[in-house]
């Protein structure tokens, strides 16, 4: 029978050789805090710290907070002084979008409040006050 039909040769071969992939960068730690999505754990989460003062009555408020997993949380710890330098008012905070809790360490009590969405025009809120003892 005749000439046989040479074979095509495959795709993979047509194509130029694939250059060396470059080697990256190390990653900087204090760049981000998500890499492709993940959450890198040699990152600390940024502290930020405020500084009020009342003309009033002469006082200062601070406000020592950190965001963690992607600004999806709040630790807050905030606390007053006066210009003899004595604090007072105390409180600790974790803050969400729907729930947060704020203690007070001179009271001893702590405030639970919570939200839940039930539709486009309608959302439920509620408030509990915990007295931790006395």
């Known amino acids: 029978m005749g000439d046989e039909i040479p074979s095509c040769p495959s795709p993979i071969y047509l194509l130029p050789p694939a250059p060396p992939p470059t080697p990256s960068p190390t990653p900087d730690p204090l760049e981000s805090t998500t890499r492709n999505g993940g959450f890198t754990p040699n990152r600390r989460p940024p502290l930020r710290f405020t500084t009020e003062f009342d003309s009033e009555g002469p006082l200062f408020l601070h406000k020592v907070s950190c965001k963690f997993f992607d600004s999806l949380a ?61």
Request: glycine share 8%; net charge positive.
């Open 74 to 134: 709040k630790l807050k710890f905030s606390f007053q002084n006066n210009t003899k330098g004595e604090i007072f008012c105390p409180q600790l905070g974790f803050i969400t979008k729907n729930l947060s809790v704020l203690y007070d360490f001179e009271s001893r009590n702590a405030l639970l409040r919570g939200s839940l969405d039930l539709g486009q025009n309608l959302q439920l809120r509620t408030t509990y006050d915990v007295q931790v003892g006395h």
